[in-house]
């Protein structure tokens, strides 16, 4: 069983809709979690980085960490085209970064 | 421009011809990794460098080596290439600021071992 588990899509939308993206993990020792975006034929880049439990807002995406229930989500409001990309979640034990856990990853496509 | 390099960015080989996958960055970040990324397995560490002459073995080493002899370098070796090593793989460097890591990745180098 993977680590991190991760819908892997593909997932179309119509523009303006909210995307809600989702990861769960087994390892209860994960203490950050991020989300990366990747574009095609790109390398990821970071979207949001949280620190256990609750919510961060930023801009149009918000991401939500419920360690309870080891599950992290990432909310697009108003998604537009230019959202359309593989979404990675990851996760570490510490703040280091040296043992970074990625999700497989979630291909999402907005279509104008 | 702040950035991670990576060359070549496309590699057709022969297994068993030993490769390097070149690595650089301007940002003087010392932590620099190694991943591969699969379909089905997404993105998985190969090795990681804290920093010169300071490696270890992330997930998946098997049929790796690295090597840190400079800050800014941070070479893959893949001294026998098999087929089960073709992906996609890319190099990345991390800062950390104000309590957090980012991890800025390079382009990519999509490798095919036939």
């Known amino acids: 069983q993977k680590e991190v588990e991760q819908d892997p899509g593909p997932l179309s939308v119509p523009e303006g809709a909210i995307v809600s993206l989702n990861c769960t993990y087994s390892?209860?020792?994960?203490?950050?979690f991020m989300w990366y975006r990747q574009y095609s034929r790109k390398g990821p880049e970071l979207l949001m980085y949280t620190y256990s439990s609750g919510n961060k807002e930023d801009g149009r995406f918000t991401a939500q960490v419920d360690k309870s229930s080891k599950y992290i989500s990432l909310f697009i409001r108003d998604s537009q085209p230019s959202d359309s990309a593989t979404y990675l979640c990851?996760?570490?034990?510490?703040?280091?970064?040296?043992?970074?856990?990625f999700g497989e990853g979630t291909q999402l496509t907005v279509n104008p | 421009e702040a950035q991670v390099t990576q060359n070549p960015r496309y590699l057709i080989t022969v297994t068993g011809k030993k490769l390097t996958v070149t690595c650089s960055q301007n940002m003087n970040h010392e932590y620099m990794s190694w991943y591969r990324q699969d379909p089905g397995l997404g993105l998985r560490q190969i090795y990681y460098?804290?920093?010169?002459?300071?490696?270890d073995k992330g997930d998946v080493p098997e049929g790796y080596k690295v090597s840190r002899k400079e800050k800014r370098n941070f070479p893959l070796i893949l001294e026998s290439p098999s087929p089960n090593q073709t992906s996609l793989y890319f190099c990345?460097?991390?800062?950390?600021?104000?309590?957090?890591?980012?991890?800025?990745f390079g382009p990519g180098t999509r490798l095919t071992v036939l």
């Open positions: 460098s804290m920093n010169v002459e300071v490696t």
């Open positions: 390892n209860s020792a994960f203490q950050y």
């Open positions: 990345a460097s991390t800062r950390w600021s104000g309590g957090r890591n980012e991890q800025f």
């Open positions: 990851a996760m570490s034990e510490e703040t280091s970064g040296s043992r970074l856990t």
